[in-house]
């Protein structure tokens, strides 16, 4: 009976053992590469898009701010995103900024919060929209309550995204 690996280091005393490898491992790249172009489907549609409209809000900004933010402008998250948009200003609505205020009986009243307004920002981007998740520009995830710092060309601002529409 035969060795398989005789005293020479020879496959069935014909290859040796390293040239054995070698042509294993070019068959096992092949194999891969054909699999790779041939038999697997590529993807040649990219991911599907919608449009995702959210609401942010500002409270307690001062009036530069709002004069500084205007409709159509790209805004920016400024740790998030990557330097990426993540939308388009399509509304602003300004309202007197309220807050509460403790009173000397211990009670609190919500007051005007003179020189100070609440600025609620539309938001319109492009996303998806996968098992609940609402992802802008396929990594910049948008959660209800989460509040972040913005910034546009003219203004930085801290907002609390408030509604996905």
């Known amino acids: 009976m035969k060795k398989i690996i005789d005293e020479h280091g020879r496959v069935f005393g014909k290859?040796?053992?390293?040239?054995f490898l070698?042509?294993?491992?070019?068959?096992?790249?092949?194999?891969a590469l054909y699999v790779k172009y041939n038999v697997l489907e590529v993807t040649s549609v990219a991911g599907k898009t919608d449009t995702i409209t959210y609401?942010?809000?500002?409270?307690?900004?001062?009036?530069?701010?709002v004069n500084g933010i205007?409709?159509?402008?790209?805004?920016?998250?400024?740790?998030?995103?990557?330097?990426?948009?993540?939308g388009t200003i399509t509304g602003k609505t300004?309202?007197?900024?309220?807050?509460n205020q403790a009173l000397s009986d211990g009670s609190t009243v919500n007051g005007d919060y003179v020189g100070r307004y609440?600025?609620?920002?539309?938001?319109?981007?492009?996303?998806?929209?996968?098992?609940g998740r609402y992802l802008v520009n396929k990594t910049y995830e948008i959660n209800?309550?989460?509040i972040r710092t913005y910034y546009t060309k003219y203004c930085a601002f801290e907002a609390t995204i408030t509604e996905i529409i």
């Open 94 to 99: 300004v309202t007197d900024a309220k807050k």
């Open 15 to 19: 290859v040796s053992i390293i040239d």
């Open 70 to 86: 205007q409709t159509g402008d790209v805004i920016y998250d400024k740790n998030g995103s990557g330097g990426n948009s993540v």
């Open 22 to 31: 070698v042509i294993l491992i070019v068959l096992v790249l092949g194999a």
């Open 55 to 65: 609401a942010v809000t500002i409270y307690g900004a001062r009036e530069y701010t």
């Open 118 to 131: 609440d600025i609620t920002l539309t938001i319109t981007a492009n996303g998806s929209v996968t098992d």
């Open 144 to 146: 209800t309550n989460s």
